[in-house]
């Protein structure tokens, strides 16, 4: 188990965002209330299942774990 803390950023210049490369990440959300939220995401030839607990002052639990692609489409449909 980590401890998440989730830091935002409002970024005023989106010119910097030309010069940078990414992935591409698909994800879903299974389940989300206030007690626990539930998600898979895939990139690629990877897939995750994240399970993010109640957020506690700035804190909040969370498991992940890699799942079979094919698994995340399943879930996903």
Same mark, same amino acid.
């Given at each position: 188990?980590?401890?998440?803390?989730?830091?935002?950023?409002?970024?005023?210049?989106?010119?910097?965002?030309?010069?940078?490369?990414?992935?591409?990440?698909?994800?879903?959300?299974?389940?989300?209330?206030?007690?626990?939220?539930?998600?898979?995401?895939?990139?690629?030839?990877?897939?995750?299942?994240?399970?993010?607990?109640?957020?506690?002052?700035?804190?909040?639990?969370?498991?992940?774990?890699?799942? +079979? +692609?094919?698994?995340?489409?399943?879930?996903?449909?």
């Amino acid at each position: 188990m980590a401890l998440e803390i989730e830091r935002k950023f409002l970024v005023r210049d989106l010119s910097i965002t030309d010069s940078l490369a990414g992935e591409r990440l698909t994800q879903g959300y299974l389940s989300h209330d206030k007690n626990a939220t539930v998600r898979v995401r895939t990139t690629g030839d990877t897939a995750w299942l994240t399970i993010k607990g109640k957020t506690v002052g700035a804190t909040r639990s969370e498991f992940e774990y890699a799942i +079979p +692609p094919v698994s995340y489409t399943h879930l996903t449909l």
